[in-house]
């Protein structure tokens, strides 16, 4: 069975410092991993993924992920957080369904 | 990029009744949807998986004659909760691929269910 986890609940940032979120799997064969961003009371919207390729994958809203085979890791991350970064991040893992981990709530301080 | 809608945003039905989520691509062919359940600052819980013209796949531990999943066309599903409790209230959330289950969703902005 595919799963993920995120060790952290939630995650705080001053603007301006770099943030992330972490994100370790568990798949057998070759993972597909997903980033995604959810606001309050709104669906889920797609950061980024990796499929294949180079290991550093580059996103939306200047978010990244390296993919670290050897670790299992998908972190997410972005050089200098926004407040309006400041939402509930979801990663996850296919390929057999999308396995969502728990969530790792940021919150960017001004 | 591509859309995808959800009717109705927020529903409040009584306890008994049923209620009809559906689902839309807007700008492509949905191949594959699925339907998530989302409880309240938890992760989205997978129901079950749908591909156009056959029957839905339900998760272990969802009841199929009670969430009602319908993929009629290309570009809509439907999701009917039959004879809604108070604890089936919560946020539906579809999602649609192109492509299958191997490469990126995307997901509708979620139903807010309330059973009174």
């Known amino acids: 069975a595919q799963s993920v986890a995120q060790p952290e609940d939630q995650v705080n940032v001053a603007e301006g410092n770099p943030l992330t979120v972490k994100c370790t799997y568990s798949?057998?064969?070759?993972?597909?991993l997903f980033w995604y961003v959810q606001y309050p009371n709104r669906g889920l919207q797609f950061l980024l993924k990796y499929i294949t390729g180079d290991n550093l994958v580059k996103g939306s809203y200047g978010f990244e992920a390296e993919f670290n085979k050897s670790q299992t890791s998908f972190h997410l991350k972005k050089p200098s957080a926004l407040v309006s970064d400041s939402a509930l991040y979801f990663c996850?893992?296919?390929?057999?369904?999308?396995?969502f981990g728990s969530g790792t709530q940021l919150t960017v301080l001004p | 990029g591509a859309v995808v809608s959800q009717h109705p945003s927020r529903v409040i039905c009584k306890s008994g009744t049923s209620v009809k989520i559906e689902c839309r691509s807007l700008d492509f062919q949905a191949t594959t949807m699925f339907w998530y359940r989302q409880f309240p600052k938890q992760s989205l819980m997978l129901m079950a998986t749908s591909n156009e013209g056959s029957k839905a796949t339900y998760e272990q531990g969802v009841e199929k004659d009670k969430f009602l999943i319908n993929h009629a066309s290309l570009t809509l599903s439907t999701l009917t909760v039959t004879s809604a409790h108070p604890e089936d209230s919560s946020f539906y959330i579809c999602s649609a691929s192109a492509s299958g289950p191997l490469y990126e969703q995307y997901f509708g902005p979620g139903t807010r269910l309330t059973v009174t």
């Open positions: 996850a893992v296919s390929p057999r369904q999308l396995t």
């Open positions: 798949v057998s064969g070759n993972p597909y």
